[in-house]
C-alpha cells in the first residue's frame, strides 16, 4: 500500500516560528530580563598590574576570596583594592576589628593617593549624625555575620541592574512609584512597552559596588551572639551556606564585587594528605569566583635576585636615603571563573620605609615583574633595561627603575634623560596597555617564547651528550 503523501500546508507549517514572540511575553510576565553575555567585561583595577594581569585585567562582579597562613599580606590587599578603587558605594566590613587608621593612609600615599583618614571614611558631626565630610568608603565594624548580608540583599535590592545591550550599557530598573520618580522621563518608552521595566543611558560598565569583608572566620552566626558554646564551626558553615545563595545570584546584573578574607589553617593530628584547611564550610570555596591562595615566601625564593637580607626580610637603599625593608607572597590564582585560571606572580610587601612606616604593597616590585613576565624588561636587578614598545631604556641601576616609579616628578623626568627615555609614567603605560587587554597577550607570548627556549636548550644538550 502506498504511502499517503504529507499536505503541503502542514510541511510549512512551524510550530515554534514564533517562539521568540512567545519568550518575550514570559520575560514580561516573570520580569526577566534577556541579555547577552559580554566577551569583553570592562575591569576595575586593582592598582596592582600584576594582580590585574593574573584576574584578567582587573575586578569584575563576583565573590573574591583571598586565603592564606598567617602574613599572608590578606587584609593588606583587601585594603590595597578598596582604598584605590572608584565605585559609587564602598564599604568595608571590619568584623576583626584590626584596620589601622595610619596603615590605610600610608597604602593610600604609596598608590599616589595621598587622603587622609577623615577624607576616605568621613566625619559625622556628634549631635545631629550628619555627615561634615562624606565618607569615600562607608566603615562598619561589626560582629553579627548575618547584618552583612542584610545589607547585601538590600543593596541589591535597591540598585538598578546594569546591563550590556549591544555596545551600550543601561541602567534597568523595576516598575515602581519611586523608581518612575527617580528616573522621570528618561527611560526609554519603548522599551518599557516591551517590558514593562524602565531603561536609562550608563554610561560605562563599571562596578556599583565593592565590599571588602575582613575576614569571614570572624563573622559570629547571630544563633551564636550569646553565651552559647554550642557547635560553633557547623553553626558558622550552615550560616554561610544559607546566606550566600541569598546574595549571590543577583551580583552580576547589579555590578557588585565582594572581596573576602579568609584563613588556611592546619588541622591537628592529620597522619596523611594536606592537613591545611580553609573554615566557615565548603559553601565559602563553591561560591567563589575567583579564590586566591597568598603565601609568604623565604627572599631567596622569589624571582629577581634580590640583594642584601636575612631570612624572609629584604633591604634595599632607599630613594630618600636610609634602608627600606620587604617581605615576599606569591600569589596563585587556584580557581577563576571570570579569566584564566591557575595563573600565579609575586607581590613585594614594603614593611617599612626610611621613616620606619609600614607602605602596604610595593609599586616598585609590582612594575618589575609586570615588565618582566610580559617580556618587555631584561637583566638582573643591578642592570635593568626596559623595551616597552617605543620606549626602550639604556641600561639602568636598580634605584634609578625605583626613582621612574614611586620618585616626584622632578625626579622621574630627570632619571627619565639619563636612562635614554622620553619624560613618560612608566606604570601608567603599563596600567593602559592592561586595560586595552595587550598586557595579557604579552603574558601569554612570553610564556610560550620561554617554554620554546628552554625545549630548545634540552635538546641542545641531550645532542651534546650522544655519543658520535
Known sequence: MAKKKPDAEAVR???IANIDCILDDIEKDYGLSGTSLDASEMCTTTSLLCLDMILGGGIRPGWYT?????????STLANTIMASVLAPVVAMFDYEGSTSAAYIENIQRTNGQPLSVDEL????????????????VRYYAEGVAEKFFDFLAKLERKLPDKVRMGDSWFYVYENSKDNKSLVGSNYDQSYFKKTGKLRVPASDGSLQAVLVLDSLPAMLPERLDVDDPGSGMAAQARMFSEQLKRVKGKMKAKRIAVLAVNQLRKA???????????????AVRFYSDVRLRMQPRVMNAAPGNATVGKGSIEEEESLCGGTDTYRYI???AIKNKLSNPNMETWVRLWITDSDNQARGLDPVW?????????GQASGKRNAVKIAFGSHVSKSMKWLQFKALIVGGKKLRKETCAAVGLKAIDLRALCRAQLANGEGQLK???????????KASKTKDVSSSDDPE
Open 121 to 136: 571614611f568621613g566625619v559625622r558631626d556628634q549631635k545631629s549624625q550628619k555627615w561634615i565630610i562624606r565618607p569615600r
Open 443 to 453: 603574558y601569554f607570548e612570553a610564556k610560550k617564547l620561554a617554554v620554546a627556549e
Open 13 to 15: 507549517f512551524n510550530p
Open 366 to 374: 609590582d612594575t618589575w615583574r609586570y615588565l618582566v613576565d610580559t
Open 66 to 74: 583571598f586565603l592564606g597562613g598567617e602574613q599572608s599580606c590578606k
Open 268 to 282: 591537628p593530628a592529620v597522619m596523611f594528605g594536606n592537613p591545611e584547611y580553609e573554615p566557615c564550610g565548603e
Open 330 to 332: 606569591h600569589v596563585r
